[in-house]
């Protein structure tokens, strides 16, 4: 993604939901819900992994926005135990403010949760490379993926491994 020589190789999972599950979408109107949506959505994508080389900037970069939500989880369970020993007290304005907190400790567990889940899809994107699955046809070994958000130095190195065995000739027995 950035031109220069690669120094890991990191894993990546790629999901292509199909044009007409955008019907989810409208269940979210009619009440059903995000999550519900989300879900059905990931269930009928087309998804590939594999691994992809990459700077060690790079990686950190990806693995901040993990770190992010595992900390913003760990700190809605602080908050949680905190609330908790507020709620021990049997004061009445300790349990309001043992009652708010908790409700602020749910608040971040869900942001950190829906960072984690779909906030990954939506900034992996952003910082790593962006891939669409393509549809899987009678005698493919696997999924082909097309890869975007990549150097164009990554395109040539990659034109050039695949022209290299073409070029050579058979070997013989």
């Known amino acids: 993604m950035t031109g220069e020589p690669a120094e890991t190789w990191r894993k990546f999972r790629f999901h292509s939901a199909p044009a007409w599950s955008i019907v989810f979408i409208f269940l979210i109107c ?3 819900g995000f999550f519900l949506s989300a879900t059905l959505m ?24 993990t770190r992010v939500a595992v900390a913003l ?7 949680g135990v905190l609330a908790a020993l507020l709620a021990s007290r049997n004061d009445l304005g300790t349990s309001v403010a043992a009652l708010m907190l908790f409700n602020v400790g749910i608040l971040v567990f869900v942001f950190g949760s829906v960072v984690l889940q779909t906030g990954l899809q939506i900034t992996y994107p952003l910082f790593g490379p962006r891939a669409r699955v393509m549809k899987l046809e ?34 013989a027995n």
Do not use: C, D, K, W
């Open 30 to 32: 009619v009440g059903i």
């Open 42 to 65: 990931y269930v009928v994508s087309r998804r590939a992994s594999g691994y992809l080389p990459l700077t060690f900037a790079s990686t950190h970069r990806l693995a901040l926005v």
């Open 73 to 79: 989880i760990g700190v809605s369970i602080a908050i």
């Open 138 to 171: 009678p005698g493919q070994a696997g999924p082909l993926v097309e890869l975007r958000n990549v150097h164009p130095a990554f395109v040539t190195a990659v034109n050039e491994m695949h022209a290299a065995p073409a070029a050579q000739p058979p070997m």
